[in-house]
């Protein structure tokens, strides 16, 4: 039986005898069963232009499976030299360029765990997370190195002159450790409601779920010039722009650069894109500009929140196709999708997530879209990182559902329509942010004596955060202290995280036992 003629059944059972072998090898599967030969990603960097008024220009290099090959197994050697060995986790705190590929494979040749960090994380969020998950090295970039800083027990290398050496003076690993279907590939923390970010460990056959969204939900194809322009700091760009592009022998693009529309329009017409995946801020803000226009791309995905109507038949247009949404989250990947491949086809229907991608059965449990575990054989996650209480509030009591925290309802044809977040997650430009991690750095300014922040509609972002703050006696609530409120969130957190408002009120809504109702807050 051919690919061509596999049903969906087919085509999962074959991903998961591949990606879930007791004997699975992560730098095998993602790297060295690949054509040496063929292009992997291409890098793209931003050179400043001499003329003020002009468009940077970029340039390109492409990176072959065989040069990530021989890179990743020369500083695997590295790594080891350093006490990294299985089961150890690095930190990799990049931005999306080929030293962040080769850092990835080369961990994962030794059997250790790669921790993402995101690159607008300010230290003590990157510290909580390298502490969390015991992380003695981390890899990183020039413009990221002073955040290591007094961390304690780190050892870090920096991209550049440093990397380079680590990667000529050492031989190329001999092997690499199989650590199996069900050993950990990455631990990827994600921010919740309450309580610090938790720990998600994605093993090795969590890229049968990968490969199953690149193939049903994004249709790329061979002859496809794809472009995720996710950040690889977050699942969907590290998911579906990194280790589904290498599973799969799809190139991807990597831009080093900042999103602009000027620059993403040069791209989509200068390398020909025909598959373009990003977060819905992306296509709200190329709407806005009428320099986007004219293209003729094949297939063009979102991910992360809602689409509204009026980016969709902008994108008919601009884009030349539809924009389709696609559902998921950090622990399990995407599985409610509207999918683009003819096996799996439908017709968009206004404000539908779409249905469960083969591999994925879904339901709604107590109003919230829910996993039916024994009937989704692509279902990975099983639990947090030394978080048992928070694991067993994901799945009902017999473990037969994972429930996702979004409310949500399904219609007669199978179809799911999101509703709300039933955690108070803020999703602002496509990151997950937990109102906890910015309300733990705001609440230690001197002033604060409590706080609360929820997310607000934005056109542009989906959601903007909004700071509830309780002053001190005596304290007056003043434009200078609401700047001072918001810089210090971009120091202690993340530069993106901050309070775009900052309300001084004299008390917050809360519940006998005193728990804040956030939702009056978004009401008012």
């Known amino acids: 039986m051919t690919q061509a003629t596999m049903t969906p059944t087919h085509m999962v059972d074959r991903w998961l005898a591949i990606y879930g072998a007791p004997d699975a090898n992560a730098a095998a599967l993602l790297v060295d069963d690949h054509d040496p030969d063929a292009v992997a990603f291409t890098v793209i960097e931003v050179e400043a232009s001499a003329d003020a008024d002009s468009a940077p220009a970029p340039i390109t290099t492409d990176v072959t499976y065989g040069d990530l090959a021989e890179r990743s197994k020369r500083f695997a050697s590295a790594l080891a030299d350093l ?10 705190l990049m931005g999306k360029r080929e030293e962040l590929v080769v850092s990835l494979l080369a961990i994962a040749r030794l059997g250790a765990v790669y921790i993402p960090l995101f690159t607008a994380f300010a230290t003590p969020a990157i510290e909580m997370r390298l502490t969390s998950g015991k992380a003695k090295v981390v890899i990183t970039e020039p413009s990221q190195a002073s955040k290591l800083e007094g961390i304690d027990g780190i050892r870090a ?8 050496q680590l990667v000529s003076s050492n031989e190329p690993i001999a092997e690499s450790v199989a650590v199996g279907g069900d050993g950990a590939l990455i631990l990827l923390f994600t921010s919740g409601t309450t309580g610090a970010p938790k720990g998600v460990p994605v093993p090795v056959k969590a890229l049968a779920s990968f490969v199953a969204y690149m193939h049903y939900g994004l249709d790329v194809r061979d002859d496809d010039v794809f472009w995720n322009a996710a950040d690889p700091g977050w699942a969907y760009g590290l998911y579906y722009g990194v280790l589904g592009p290498l599973a799969t022998g799809h190139r991807n693009l990597l831009l080093h650069a900042g999103f602009s529309p000027e620059l993403t329009a040069q791209i989509l017409g200068g390398l020909g894109v025909t598959n373009f995946a990003a977060a819905p ?8 500009d009428p320099r986007i226009t004219g293209f003729a791309l094949r297939r ?3 991910a992360g929140e809602p689409l509204t109507p009026d980016v969709i038949g902008w994108a008919q247009q601009a884009l030349g196709t539809e924009v389709r949404d696609h559902y998921g989250q950090t622990e399990h990947g995407m599985f409610i999708n ?3 491949h003819s096996d799996v086809y439908e017709t968009l229907v206004p404000g539908s997530m779409g249905k469960p991608m083969p591999g994925f059965a879904a339901g709604i449990v107590d109003g919230q879209i829910a996993i039916d575990v024994p009937a989704s054989p692509l279902m990975w996650f099983s639990g947090y990182l030394d978080a ?34 039933d955690d108070d997650v803020i999703i602002m430009a496509g990151y997950r942010i937990g109102p906890f991690d910015v309300e733990s750095v705001l609440i230690t300014h001197p002033s604060v004596i409590d706080v609360a922040v929820v997310g607000r509609p934005d056109e542009l972002r989906g959601e903007v955060i909004e700071a509830f703050v309780v002053l001190a006696p005596g304290i007056e609530g003043t434009e200078a202290l609401e700047k001072e409120l918001q810089q210090l969130v971009k120091t202690e957190f993340a530069a993106h995280a901050y309070p775009r408002t900052v309300h001084f009120v004299d ?7 005193g728990k804040i109702q956030r939702f009056l807050l978004r009401k008012g």
């Open 338 to 340: 509207n999918h683009w």
């Open 83 to 92: 006490g990294v060995g299985r089961g150890d986790t690095v930190g990799v």
């Open 300 to 302: 063009a995905s979102s």
């Open 507 to 513: 008390a917050l809504p809360k519940t006998p036992s």
């Open 157 to 164: 290398i920096v991209a550049g002159e440093e990397f380079e």
């Open 281 to 288: 801020t992306v296509y709200r803000t190329l709407s806005k």
């Open 388 to 421: 048992p209480d928070k694991t067993a509030a994901r799945f009902t009591e017999d473990r037969r559902w994972y429930l996702t925290g979004d409310t949500g309802r399904a219609d007669e044809e199978g179809r799911y329509f999101f509703s709300a977040r």
